[in-house]
Antibody, heavy 122, light 107 residues
Framework: EVQLVESGGGLVQPGGSLRLSCAAS????????MAWVRQAPGKGLEWVSS????????YYTDSVKGRLTISRDNSKNTLYLQMNSLRNEDTAIYFC???????????????WGQGTLVTVSS | EVVLTQSPATLSLSPGERATLSCRAS??????LAWYQQKPGQAPRLLIY???NRATGIPARFSGSGSGTDFTLTITSLKPEDFAVYYC?????????FGGGTKVEIK
């Protein structure tokens, strides 16, 4: 059974840092691009970042470039999101998500974690 | 960046009725369009990928159609559990984007 479990969210001041983790199980983690998608309170979904199975290719939405860094440890089946220089507008639930197919560029997601809430506020 | 525009913003229907949701892309996304359902407090659920392919376990009352810039999600005979927010999302190029959502509410 596929499972994605996020952790690491919390309350942080503007300019602060957090690292989110997503523990994956039930599939061959290293064969899949993985993604972070966020949802601000009461708002729609926003793709944040994606990372290839090998870790060689990374993609980001413009608003987080230079501040958020996606990475993975395939030996631990874990995806990360290092969040630096946080802003109020980064406040959201952050979901990690697995694509519906591996071994290729299949960037729509059939499994999602439960999400972890990041609140940026002074 | 591909902008996805969903309409209507809200659809008020009764159980048993047919729902037709639209997603229009600002440029062609070929068939690389997905639909998701999201209920309050839950993660999104993939319904349709690549415009017309139902995801695993999705009931046949959900169907997707379209290509290029115009796409439709159809729910035949709404069940009580179908009242939710629906999002489209493309995967044709970076950055990936979502539409703003359509809320299907009980009339």
């Amino acid at each position: 059974e596929v499972q994605l479990v996020e952790s690491g969210g919390g309350l942080v001041q503007p300019g602060g840092s957090l690292r989110l983790s997503c523990a994956a199980s039930g599939f061959t983690f290293s064969s899949y691009y993985m993604a972070w998608v966020r949802q601000a309170p009461g708002k729609g979904l926003e793709w944040v970042s994606s990372l290839s199975g090998s870790g060689a290719s990374t993609y980001y939405t413009d608003s987080v470039k230079g501040r958020l860094t996606i990475s993975r440890d395939n030996s631990k089946n874990t995806l990360y999101l290092q969040m630096n220089s946080l802003r109020n507008e980064d406040t959201a639930i952050y979901f990690c998500a697995k694509p519906f197919r591996g071994n290729g560029d299949f960037h729509s997601w059939d499994y999602w974690g439960q999400g972890t809430l990041v609140t940026v506020s002074s | 960046e591909v902008v996805l525009t969903q309409s209507p913003a809200t659809l008020s229907l009764s159980p048993g009725e047919r729902a037709t949701l639209s997603c229009r892309a600002s440029q062609s996304v070929s068939s690389y369009l997905a639909w998701y359902q999201q209920k309050p407090g839950q993660a999104p659920r993939l319904l349709i990928y690549d415009a017309s392919n139902r995801a695993t376990g999705i009931p046949a009352r959900f169907s997707g159609s379209g290509s290029g810039t115009d796409f439709t999600l159809t729910i035949t005979s709404l069940k009580p559990e179908d009242f939710a927010v629906y999002y489209c999302q493309h995967r044709s190029s970076w950055p990936l984007t979502f539409g703003g959502g359509t809320k299907v509410e009980i009339k």
